[in-house]
């Protein structure tokens, strides 16, 4: 074993204790949210005892009810056509020589990376607005095709990365032994580009969970989602059923998060040790 | 059965354009174990995907049976490959690669069951079925790519050299078991390799390119003894290379005159004629080390000794240098020592005109 | 021969981009041409537009300053506003700086088995709901909440502090949101650092600040760019953390904007200021590009 050397190139004077602090200040407040989301009493910041009532009065409100359903209905929607759309867009553009017009694309996909989501938040209130005239719908179907678009590059880099290493030899073995372009995808490359498509469709489904600003701006009246209906009881009298919202949804986002880690680890090659 | 024409193949445009493949024109036979042999980047690999399927050609003809192939795509072409990294499917076992070809032809269960059967039994692999292929060794991978291209009965095989990755006993090994397989099968095998020792061992008949052209095609005794161009001459073996005047040919025979005056009858290079200067190629173990007033005059600058034979490096009058190889005779005793005045002599039909 | 294998696959390829690109344009870059029109339209009486052309949603998106909407009650002007934005999005990335530089740089230095567990502790809190993250540091920087608690218990202060409703608060949580922004492209950039360049000046007599400065600092300088852009854009175009901690009384940007589609009714002015966060947040970003660039050409 190394001995330990009196003299470290890689130590910095206090940088470890800003990192230490970095990690507790990131944590504390979600602690101390969770911490009170089992407060007995009504305040959010004096604890008075263990209970689980704000978790119960969350579960029996109709609104979070409502709210929950619809969140959830929009983040499987959105997750699965965001997620079918970027495997077809990661085929076509992963592996093969830059074609005409690959900039546009390119950024076209990653666009709601890169514009404030509020611009594209008023660009869509504006345009559904049109919609909402000419046609008179005013259903889920906005949300779901806003929320879709906003998930497609986020459901597109795992699987594009996951593309990349795969070894093109093994498709044109598939071509050589009879495998037609449609059998070779489902019997060769899908089931090799499963995790990536995986991890893609949960990193889809927590945004679309997530999102507040797009939500806010396109839902019509009483088309809350867990998000916005948060966001409106900010306004009020705010009670720990709050923090108890809040902590479910985190739960979720940890859990999913987690297990898109676990997915994407195992395809990664390698990093070299830090000299 | 294959017939190639005049195949071009250029990469890119303008500046950048590489041409891999330029003019190439071959004919393979039914059942002949046909290798490509040259250097990294001579075209042979970009020749072999071409008849796969995978690079369309720039211009040029190739029919298989009679028919056009370059308009199928390469899951309709009856052609399979053996791939250099094997390119197993990572997630099916060694029996369910196998089969993969049999499933893409839609053959019934029960015959894929049996022919998978038959395969792994070629290739001594049966207790092995049901492993994945990430288990197996280098050597078990290659003989499970073997069976899984042999399995759907192709036309034609093609193997993009399948041997480079295995250690020098098992590629000895591999290359017997080729030739069997070949010959037991009845496959036309088109092979690659940059290995000449390998080519001359294994195949009917060999195509040496360099620089997207085939320079000459022949069996490995002809390709050997009677390398056409400077450049197959010493891909292949060692060669001896004389600067010689062309005295007069007549049909196959060249009277030659060498640089000590002598003049000797030489195999004449085809599509070559007239006079002026040539080179002549001879190889070592064609010629004899003689005392000095034979065909060659020189000096022994150095003696190597080898196990079976012993090289003995000539700087001949002139300036050239050549190379006498010798078996060891057991028992033997040196007659030569360096610095010696020898004499370099062969036989007449021996030595070859080079094209260039 | 070539030509119609190649325009198959050509053809392919479209049709496989077809599904996403139509959403996308649907719902992402067509609208922004629409939002583009309208900034030239003229504002409905109660919402909307009236399709007539006028520039006076452009002409106020500069020249407001003291007239606003009578049924309002701030008294913030435009300009304010967007220096306001611009002023505390500087101050969060430079925040975001401090601590997030040496926080790469301890990830970086662990051990090759930890590092990504560090790295998976930053990027949780980011895939949570901004949200909720904003509502936790209301919870601990309000009058009944945590900070105050504490100072008061200990006897530091007697009344609490108001931090919530400023420009304090809105830094703070925009840095708490956005953190995680800064510390992972610097620790990509960290991660690929040749430490035995750091001995090299060590051995040249250099102090570790020196090293820091002279030598660490310029070669993640890449990693470093990169994570201020991350935070500066969506700091600028901020709209739930300053709403939730500004309370309405601090505008920043994103709120003037939503402004207009609500109480505002200005829809035309909504859309000229929304273009021009874009265009702002546009030139970041070449200048992101070209920074990006010239490092590469530099550095070989």
Redesign the interface.
């Known amino acids: 074993m190394a001995r330990s050397r009196s003299f470290d190139v890689r130590r910095q004077a206090g940088f470890p204790a800003v990192a230490i602090t970095c990690f507790i200040l990131l944590y504390l407040p979600i602690i101390l949210l969770v911490v009170y989301s089992f407060n007995a009493g009504k305040s959010i910041a004096i604890w008075e005892g263990f209970s689980l009532q704000w978790y119960v009065s969350a579960w029996e409100n109709e609104k979070v009810q409502d709210a929950t359903i619809r969140s959830l209905i929009i983040a499987t929607c959105a997750s699965v056509i965001a997620t079918s759309a970027a495997v077809m867009a990661a085929l076509a553009t992963t592996r093969s020589p830059k074609f005409k017009g690959y900039s546009v694309v390119f950024a076209m996909i990653n666009q709601p990376l890169m514009i404030p989501e509020i611009v594209t938040a008023v660009a869509l209130l504006i345009f559904f607005a049109m919609i909402k005239v000419a046609t008179g719908y005013t259903g889920l179907w906005y949300l779901i095709l806003a929320h879709s678009a906003f998930c497609i590059p986020f459901a597109y880099m795992p699987i594009r990365a996951r593309l990349q290493g795969m070894d093109l030899n093994l498709e044109q073995a598939g071509a050589d032994l009879y495998g037609t372009p449609w059998r070779v995808f489902r019997r060769i490359t899908l089931p090799q580009l499963w995790p990536g498509v995986l991890a893609g469709a949960m990193l889809a489904f927590v945004i679309s969970l997530d999102d507040v600003v797009i939500t806010e701006f396109v839902k019509s009246a009483g088309q809350d989602t867990l998000p916005t209906y948060m966001l409106g009881q900010l306004r009020r009298v705010i009670t720990p059923e709050v923090n108890a919202i809040s902590t479910v949804l985190l739960a979720i986002s940890v859990a999913l998060v987690i297990a898109f880690y676990l997915l994407t680890k195992s395809g990664k090659p390698k990093q070299g040790d830090v000299q | 059965m294959i017939e190639i024409q005049n195949l071009t193949k250029t990469f890119g445009t303008g500046a950048e354009a590489f041409t891999a493949l330029s003019e190439v024109s071959v004919t393979i036979r039914q059942n002949e174990f046909f290798t490509l042999l040259g250097p990294s980047g001579c075209g042979k690999t970009t020749l072999l995907r071409t008849i796969a399927g995978f690079v369309d050609p720039t211009s040029g003809t190739m029919t298989l049976d009679g028919a056009d192939v370059l308009a199928s795509p390469p899951y309709v072409r009856p052609v399979n490959t053996v791939f250099q990294n094997y390119a197993l499917f990572p997630h099916m076992t060694v029996a369910e690669n196998i089969g993969f070809g049999l499933e893409m032809q839609d053959r019934p269960k029960a015959e894929i069951k049996q022919t998978v059967g038959e395969m792994l039994e070629l290739v001594q692999m049966t207790p092995l079925a049901n492993r994945a292929t990430s288990e197996i060794s280098g050597g078990q991978q290659q003989r499970v790519a073997l069976a899984r291209a042999l399995a759907p009965r192709p036309k034609v095989l093609l193997l993009d050299e399948p041997l480079s990755a295995l250690d020098f006993k098992l590629r000895k090994e591999m290359q017997i078991e080729l030739k069997r397989l070949q010959s037991e099968t009845g496959i036309t095998f088109v092979f690659v390799t940059h290995d000449q020792e390998e080519a001359l061992t294994m195949s009917d008949r060999i195509a040496v390119m360099n620089e997207g052209q085939i320079l000459q095609i022949g069996g490995p005794k002809e390709i050997y003894d009677h390398p056409a161009e400077r450049f197959v001459a010493d891909f292949i073996g060692e060669t001896n290379f004389l600067e010689a005047e062309l005295v007069s040919v007549d049909g196959e025979v060249a009277e030659t005159r060498l640089p000590s005056g002598k003049t000797i009858s030489t195999r004449a290079a085809s599509g070559r004629a007239g006079a002026g200067k040539v080179t002549v190629a001879v190889r070592p173990e064609h010629a004899l080390l003689e005392p000095p007033g034979a065909l060659i005059d020189g000096k022994l600058e150095n003696i190597v000794y080898f196990g079976t034979d012993t090289h003995y490096h000539v700087m001949l009058d002139g300036g050239a240098r050549f190379v006498v190889r010798r078996q060891n005779q057991p028992d033997a005793v040196e007659a030569y020592t360096i610095g010696d005045a020898v004499g370099v002599s062969f036989n007449p039909g021996v030595g070859q005109v080079l094209r260039d | 021969?070539?030509e119609?294998?190649?325009i198959s696959a050509?053809r392919?390829?479209?049709m496989?981009?077809?599904?996403?690109?139509a959403?996308?344009?649907?719902?992402?870059?067509?609208?922004?041409l629409?939002?583009i029109m309208?900034s030239f339209l003229t504002p409905g009486d109660y919402g909307?537009v009236i399709w007539s052309f006028s520039t006076d949603a452009w002409f106020n998106v500069v020249a407001e300053r003291d007239f606003f909407d009578e049924t309002l009650s701030f008294s913030d002007a435009h300009w304010s506003i967007f220096w306001r934005s611009v002023k505390l999005s500087l101050m969060t990335t430079a925040v975001a700086f401090l601590?997030?530089f040496?926080?790469a740089?301890?990830?970086?230095?662990r051990p090759?088995a930890t590092r990504?567990i560090w790295m998976?502790?930053?990027?949780?809190?980011f895939?949570?709901?901004?949200?909720?993250?904003t509502?936790?540091?209301?919870?601990?920087i309000?009058n009944?909440?945590?900070v105050n608690?504490v100072l008061i218990g200990l006897g530091i202060i007697d009344e609490p502090i108001q931090l919530l409703f400023t420009e304090f608060a809105i830094t703070l949580g925009m840095f708490?949101v956005y953190?995680?922004l800064m510390v992972l492209p610097i620790y990509a950039s960290?991660?690929r650092?040749?430490?035995?360049l750091?001995?090299a000046a060590?051995d040249l007599y250099a102090s570790?600040w020196r090293v820091?400065k002279r030598v660490i600092f310029p070669l993640v300088k890449p990693g470093v760019i990169a994570g201020s852009i991350l935070v500066f854009?969506?700091s600028?175009?901020a709209?739930?953390t300053p709403?939730?901690l500004g309370g309405g009384k601090q505008l920043m940007l994103?709120n003037l904007?939503?402004l207009q589609?609500g109480q505002g009714r200005n829809?035309p002015l909504?859309?000229a200021l929304?273009?021009t966060?874009?265009a702002i947040?546009m030139i970041a970003?070449m200048v992101y590009v070209r920074s990006a660039g010239r490092e590469e050409v530099s550095h070989g």
């Open positions: 021969m070539a119609t294998r190649e050509a392919r390829r479209w496989l981009l077809a599904p996403a690109l959403i996308l344009v649907f719902a992402a870059s067509g609208p922004l629409i939002v309208y909307g601590v997030g040496p926080t740089y301890f990830i970086a230095t090759k990504d998976l502790l930053i990027i949780i809190p895939w949570t709901n901004l949200l909720i993250r509502f936790a540091v209301m919870e601990i309000r009944e909440g945590v608690s708490y953190l995680p960290m991660e650092l040749d430490f035995s750091v001995e060590y570790r820091l854009v969506p600028l175009g709209y739930v709403r939730v994103g904007i939503e589609f829809w909504g859309a929304s273009i966060l874009l947040v970003l």
